[in-house]
T-cell receptor, first 112, second 115 residues
Framework: EDKVVQSPLSLVVHEGDTVTLNCSYE??????LLWYKQEKKAPTFLFML????IEKKSGRLSSILDKKELSSILNITATQTGDSAIYLC????????????FGTGTRLKVLA | NAGVTQTPKFRILKIGQSMTLQCTQDMNHNYMYWYRQDPGMGLKLIYY???????DKGEVPNGYNVSRSTTEDFPLRLELAAPSQTSVYFC??????????????FGPGTRLLVL
């Protein structure tokens, strides 16, 4: 059975700290790994990582895909209270037709 | 563009009742998805569609049905509601093609409570 596991489940840090969120997967026919940020409502897209694009960076956020270890990390440097959210990892599988398998998410709280 | 719209925003159902969650997108996307999100959990795929007339089951399809008669609409039907279906339901869509695979556009969600 395909699965995506995220750790830690929750994390509390202070502003200015650096955090690393983990995502590991066991998915047949891996195509890409995606990170989303979910605040109060629907998830919003952060990064997509593929075999040809294993590292992405946007401002204070960066992500790396390790295809050998079947995992990815999401780093957030100099955290701010606005980074408080649930961070979701998903893997796009091409088993059958394209579908996404989501992890349970990491709930990040950044204290002022 | 309105993007992805969902109705209703919130609904309380009694056990055994039925209802349809509506989802409409105006971006001409072929791919559409229904997810449910239980408290403290990630999203679980219920059903998805790769185009009008084509639907397929996701991880948790039991108790639900879908149809896709047009590109724009992808309604989710709950038959015989059960407390286990209490959740937040998200509809999403995306364009076809590799550059767009990550960019699912999500609707605002429907919060459903079954009592």
């Amino acid at each position: 059975e395909d699965k995506v596991v995220q750790s830690p489940l929750s994390l509390v840090v202070h502003e200015g700290d650096t955090v690393t969120l983990n995502c590991s997967y066991e998915v047949t026919n891996f195509r890409s790994l995606l990170w989303y940020k979910q605040e109060k409502k629907a998830p919003t897209f952060l990064f997509m990582l593929t075999s040809s694009g294993i590292e992405k960076k946007s401002g204070r956020l960066s992500s790396i895909l390790d295809k050998k270890e079947l995992s990815s990390i999401l780093n957030i440097t100099a955290t701010q209270t606005g980074d408080s959210a649930i961070y979701l990892c998903a893997v796009l599988s091409t088993s059958g037709t394209y579908k996404y398998i989501f992890g349970t998410g990491t709930r990040l709280k950044v204290l002022a | 563009n309105a993007g992805v719209t969902q109705t209703p925003k919130f609904r309380i159902l009694k056990i055994g009742q039925s209802m349809t969650l509506q989802c409409t997108q105006d971006m001409n996307h072929n791919y559409m998805y229904w997810y449910r999100q239980d408290p403290g959990m990630g999203l679980k795929l219920i059903y998805y569609s790769v185009g009008a007339g084509i639907t397929d089951k996701g991880e948790v399809p039991n108790g639900y049905n879908v149809s896709r008669s047009t590109t724009e609409d992808f309604p989710l039907r709950l038959e015989l509601a059960a407390p286990s279906q209490t959740s937040v339901y998200f509809c999403a869509s995306r364009p076809t093609g590799l550059p767009h695979e990550g960019t699912q556009y999500f609707g605002p969600g429907t919060r459903l409570l079954v009592l």
